[in-house]
């Protein structure tokens, strides 16, 4: 039986080149998993912003003020998109129908 070196290059050659197309995939997924976090961070503050301003217009019987409460709502409402469109590519990237080296140039939004 003759061994075929060329043919075990090759094969060795794919198998490495696959091992690190999947590296690549897992860094990213996990790039975009710390990203989401971070967003969550950002929500949980900015409910304990929104809930302070609540309660002291609870507590001295004021009105809302829309001026004051609309900033907090939007940087929630900003979080949760972000979480969603990272949600999306850690999606693709694990049924194959996203480029990896595409979505390691995307930056999450820096924080604030």
């Known amino acids: 039986m003759a061994i075929n070196f060329d043919e ?3 094969k060795a050659v794919d198998v490495a080149q696959s091992a690190a197309q999947k590296t690549k995939e897992l860094a990213a997924i996990a790039k975009a998993k710390l990203s989401i976090v971070a967003e969550e961070d950002k ?3 900015a409910q304990i912003e929104l809930g302070k301003l609540y309660y002291r217009d609870y507590v001295l019987s004021e009105e809302m003020d829309s001026a004051e409460y609309l900033p907090w709502c939007d940087k929630i409402t900003e979080s949760k998109a972000v979480i969603e469109d990272l949600q999306d590519m850690i999606d ?3 049924n194959g129908t996203c480029c990896v080296e ?3 140039e995307t930056e999450a939004p820096a924080e604030e």
């Open 8 to 10: 075990l290059k090759d």
């Open 43 to 45: 929500i949980r503050k």
């Open 92 to 94: 693709d990237i694990k």
């Open 102 to 104: 595409e979505e390691e």
